[in-house]
């Protein structure tokens, strides 16, 4: 009888790490790490050592002195007198709102385009192909430069607005100005406020966040809940029963009645801006430079969303869409209940990509003189300190840390909506 043993097992060498495959692809990752983190610490310390011997050692410290220039458009109080690091905080909030206004436009006109350059209609079609060679083949610097020309040279004057012999008046009865200097809206008033809580105390980067609007945000949180709870229930009802409960009116009750009720206790009223002087006063003054910013990088994002869109819904097989219609379903519910659902799994990807350039390319803002981070920290705050390396440095993580955050919400939604296997 042969009785069969284990074959004795090899001993471990370091001649294995390299002649091993099982741990040479290891082996050499480590070596080249290893590598990019010498050169890497070599880097910084020549780099240090340099600016030592010029007598501008790294430091941080300029944060603390006064900045001494004025940021026309900003959320919050600002003024001369405070520091470099409130200047750039005010900068971040101006890029963050360029970006999110950028990213919500610049995506409704893509989808609305998208769709529009599919549309059987062959003027329709044609004319959205226009808009979309137009705009993405022409650099968004150029557009933002001939916007802001458009409403510097076109729109009235405020003095266009006085007396009776007035050349222009306002918009949507008498709480709107259109002017060349911007456009003048009403301001959300509340003559029973519950105040504002002071953060960060006064420090640089003290803000008051709004206990009112903390408020309108929480009821309505509260009152989307229980409306998708109720959208929920009657999915479940009609996957059990066939039939589908009418919930609209009591989901609309439900969003509208508690948050109408919180602003009538509130005493929510508008605040309309009047013209007094030269100029127009009270009111929220929108400036020609966000606006300029705002549109032109959306209408030039949203010619390339558009061609996503298009190429997401053509990926799409022509048997859903015949399905679809053999069941009844009219075109607007084939588009928006079968296609782009599907679609969305090739849309988003590189809609990523779009919302991160949009939010880098709006870096061009100190052309038209809006000051969004570029502006302060990168610019005016790096001219008066001489600390080009220190503030370039902060600047590329400022933007670096918005893209990750951008690409991590996007991530997340795509593998929300992505299809799952049963």
């Known amino acids: 009888m042969t009785t069969l043993t284990d074959p004795p097992k090899e001993q471990f060498r370091l001649s294995m790490l390299l002649y091993d495959t099982r741990y040479r692809s290891a082996t050499i990752q480590v070596i080249a790490m290893i590598g990019f983190m010498l050169l890497a610490a070599w880097l910084i310390s020549n780099t240090a050592?340099?600016?030592?011997?010029?007598?501008?050692?790294?430091?941080?410290g300029f944060f603390s002195e006064p900045a001494s220039y004025d940021i026309n458009q900003r959320l919050l109080d600002y003024s001369s007198r405070d520091t470099h690091l409130r200047a750039a905080f005010i900068g971040l909030l101006n890029t963050l709102v360029v970006a999110v206004l950028g990213c919500i436009t610049a995506t409704v006109l893509g989808v609305i385009i998208g769709v529009l350059r599919l549309s059987n209609n062959w003027i329709v079609a044609r004319l959205m192909t226009i808009y979309v060679e137009g705009f993405r083949n022409v650099p968004v610097l150029l557009w933002i430069v001939f916007i802001m020309a458009i409403l510097i040279e076109t729109l009235p004057?405020?003095?266009?607005?006085?007396?009776?012999?007035?050349?222009?008046?306002?918009m949507l009865n008498d709480s709107v100005a259109v002017t060349n200097r911007g456009v003048y809206i009403p301001d959300a008033l509340?003559?029973?406020?519950?105040?504002?809580?002071?953060?960060?105390?006064?420090s640089s980067l003290r803000f008051d966040i709004s206990l009112d609007l903390m408020l309108i945000l929480i009821v309505l949180g509260g009152s989307l809940w229980v409306s998708n709870f109720l959208r929920k229930r009657a999915d479940r009802i009609q996957e059990q029963t066939g039939d589908r409960p009418v919930t609209w009116w009591q989901r609309l009750a439900v969003v509208v009645l508690p948050t109408g009720l919180v602003l009538?206790?509130?005493?929510?009223?508008?605040?309309?801006?009047?013209?007094k002087g030269f100029n127009f006063q009270g009111g929220t003054h929108l400036r020609n430079s966000l606006i300029a910013l705002w549109l032109a990088l959306s209408l030039y994002t949203a010619a390339f969303i558009a061609e996503i869109v298009r190429a997401g819904i053509l990926a799409i097989s022509k048997g859903q869409t015949e399905a679809a219609s053999a069941l009844g379903l009219r075109s607007n519910k084939i588009m928006s209940l079968v296609i782009l659902p599907q679609a969305l799994r090739v849309i988003i990807p590189p809609l990523i990509s779009n919302y991160l350039n949009l939010t880098k390319n709006s870096s061009l803002a100190i052309a038209v003189g809006y000051m969004d981070?570029?502006?302060?920290?990168?610019?005016?705050?790096?001219?008066?300190?001489?600390?080009e390396l220190e503030t370039i440095l902060l600047l590329m993580l400022v933007y670096l840390t918005i893209s990750l955050s951008i690409s991590a919400v996007m991530n997340w939604y795509n593998e929300s909506v992505k299809l799952k296997e049963r």
């Not at 981070?373 to 600390?387: A, F, P, S, V």
């Open 373 to 387: 981070i570029t502006g302060t920290l990168g610019g005016i705050t790096m001219n008066q300190t001489g600390r």
């Open 190 to 202: 509340f003559s029973n406020s519950l105040g504002n809580v002071h953060l960060f105390g006064e």
């Open 157 to 170: 004057a405020p003095r266009a607005f006085r007396g009776d012999d007035a050349t222009a008046s306002m």
């Open 264 to 275: 009538v206790l509130l005493g929510f009223h508008l605040g309309y801006p009047e013209l």
């Open 49 to 60: 050592q340099n600016l030592a011997a010029l007598g501008k050692p790294i430091d941080f």
